[in-house]
Every structure is written in C-alpha cells, then in structure tokens.
C-alpha cells in the first residue's frame, strides 16, 4: 500500500498567498478515508474553509505512512496532536510542527518555523535544516513546554530553544540563539555549535550540554571538571538520531556550572572538557 502523499498544488493561489493549517492531516484522522474522501475534507486556508483538494494533490491509501511534497513556511501545524505513524515533509514546514506530538515521527528534509515540537509529548521529530524560535517551548500563556520524545535539527535553532521544557531531550547540531534553556524545568539540550546570550536564564533542572562554554550569567557558579558516569549512557541514546550526534566520541569530562542560583540553582550547564 502507497503512502498517502499532499503534493502542494503550485498553480492554486492560496498555496502561494495563504497560509494553510495542516493540523489535521494525520493518520489520527484519516485512517479509513479514500484519497477521493480525504480531498473533500475542510482546511483553512488564509482562515477561510476551503477542501483539501484545493491546495493539494491527494494520492496513496496508507495513512500510517503520510508524505507532503512542496511545502513550504506557509503549511502550518504539520503533524499536530499525532499520536502514531510516520510523516515526512518533503521541504519546509510552517509553524507549529509537531504541536503536541503524542507519538510517531516526523521528518523535514528543509526548515521549520517556530514553536517547532511545541508542548510535545512523546515521538521523535528530525528537522535537516534550521528551526524558528521557541522549539520546544508551550504555547503562549501556557507554562510547561516539550514534556518528552526527541527533537533532533541538524541546523541552526532561533531564540528561546526549550523555553519551559519539563522532559525529552533536544539535539541541535549547529547553533542556538539567545535565552536558550530558559526557565527550563527539566530534561535535556544539547547544542553543538554556539549559543547565544542568556542561555539559562531562570533555569530550574535539567541539563544543557555544549561544547563551547556561553556566556553565563553570574549567577552560575563554577563547580569545576568532573567525570560523569551518565554521559556516556546519555550519548548512547543519540544513536537513533544519526550523525553527527551518533558519531560523537564518547567523553564523560565536563566542566560543570550549577544555577540558576537565583532561581533554586539545581540546573547545570556542561561544557564538554
């Protein structure tokens, strides 16, 4: 059985003009429906109803396996509220990808914009390109982010990355922009390039995990360089996520800063010694 696969339509206006909420096209909702049955589905579009044949060519049968194809920063809330399968983003993917994620995985061979894994719970979301603000974060006025599964980009992430994060683990590749980690409750980020000013701000638990020591606040305090038995354990669960977070080699030394202290100071900074 073929996936069921969303070609963008590149002639429809509104697939350049609009913005297209992608949120319930998952295998939640349309396990059962023939392709004929999903094209007739409603869909906002610029906020208006429109069908889902409007903006996409519908194919395939198995919506366990979904593919969009040609979208692009317009197609918001890829994969919301998905709680099994796989989708696969055939380009960019709008804001709000993988919005509470509660199961399966989704991959995106281009960019995300922001609020990408927002208040996700369980699965694994892999971006290969960049990633807006707020990934990982909860949605504005809420206050507990990502609670668990993975978020791996393999490029660069914007402003407040794990913004109230509580559990689940965040690998970025490249680099973070500013207030990465803050008001971070729990769980753990790891950042492979730079990271950008006030990382950590009124960070509670949790671990971010560097290799170039950031400009940290005053209030974390220097607790020296140790060896720690979890990092190897915690590395060995990075296989899944494939290079360059699987190849990395195995080095349990850090140099730990505890903080925040004006915060409670049970979370910890580690740069890789």
């Keep these: 059985m073929s996936a ?3 070609a963008l339509k590149n002639g429809a206006a509104a697939a350049t003009t609009a913005d297209i909420d992608c949120g319930g096209l998952t295998a939640d909702a349309l396990t059962g429906l023939s392709a004929a049955d999903i094209a007739a589905l409603p869909i906002l579009v610029g906020g208006r109803t429109a069908h889902v044949g409007d903006v996409f060519e519908v194919s395939g049968a198995d919506a366990a396996q979904i593919v969009f194809k ?3 920063t317009r197609c918001h809330r890829i994969g919301a509220g998905a709680t099994s399968g796989s989708i696969r983003v055939e380009g960019d993917a ?3 990808l993988g919005l ?4 399966g995985e989704i991959t995106v061979t281009g960019n995300a914009g922001d609020f990408a894994a927002c208040e996700m719970k369980k699965g ?3 971006v290969q390109g960049n990633v807006g603000d707020c990934a990982g974060a909860p949605l504005p006025g809420n206050k507990k982010g990502m609670s668990g599964g993975m978020l791996v980009v393999h490029g660069n992430a914007g402003e407040r990355l ?3 994060v509580r559990r689940g683990q965040i690998l970025v590749a490249g680099d973070s922009g500013a207030y990465t980690a803050s008001r971070m409750i729990a769980g753990t980020v790891v950042v492979l390039g730079t990271v950008g000013a006030h990382c950590g701000h009124a960070m509670r638990r949790g671990s971010l995990i560097v290799r170039q020591r950031p400009a940290l606040p005053a209030t974390f305090a220097d607790c020296g360089t140790h060896t720690l038995a979890f990092l190897p354990l915690l590395m060995a669960s990075w296989k899944e996520a494939g ?3 699987a190849t990395l080699p195995v080095n349990p030394r850090a140099q730990r800063w505890m903080g925040d202290t004006g915060n409670g100071g049970k ?5 890789w010694a």
């Design 4 to 6: 069921l696969t969303f």
């Design 94 to 96: 709008g804001d709000h």
């Design 162 to 164: 794990a913004d109230q």
């Design 124 to 126: 694994r979301i892999v």
């Design 70 to 72: 040609g979208t692009t």
């Design 243 to 245: 290079a360059p977070f």
């Design 100 to 103: 509470q994620l509660k199961g």
């Design 267 to 271: 979370a910890e900074v580690l740069v």
